[in-house]
């Protein structure tokens, strides 16, 4: 079973900075790309930043210039460090993995696509 667990939340204050760890284990064969998601109350959930296995890197155009995704493939962790932090980004942050991994009592690598239970990001004024 694949397991997806974030860490790095917290609270900080406006033009602070967090760094959010995504670490996925498991039976892992290869991982195509990692995400970030953020979800604020009351708002649908919106992709932050993503990376592919090649290092191809998107952004969403509210955290441009102030964020930045990194990864280790060695240790199938993404990292996503958020500097000049607003209130705005206040939200629960969750990391997305997609690829292939070994499950019990098949021979082959399968596809997941698995979440993780988020972290609390909250940014005061």
């Known amino acids: 079973q694949v397991h997806v667990v974030e860490s790095g939340g917290g609270l900080v204050q406006a033009g602070g900075s967090l760094r959010l760890s995504c670490a996925v284990s498991g039976g892992i064969f290869s991982i195509d790309a990692m995400v970030w998601y953020r979800q604020a109350p009351g708002k649908q959930r919106e992709l932050v930043s993503g990376i592919t296995s090649g290092g191809s890197t998107n952004y969403a155009d509210s955290v441009k210039g102030r964020f930045t995704i990194s990864r280790d493939n060695a240790k199938n962790t993404v990292y996503l460090q958020m500097n000049s932090l607003k209130p705005e980004d206040t939200a629960v942050y969750y990391c997305?993995?997609?690829?292939?991994?070994?499950?019990?009592?098949?021979?082959?690598?399968?596809?997941?696509?698995?979440w993780g239970q988020g972290t609390q990001v909250t940014v005061s004024s």
């Open positions: 997305n993995a997609v690829g292939k991994a070994y499950y019990s009592g098949s021979y082959y690598p399968a596809d997941f696509d698995s």
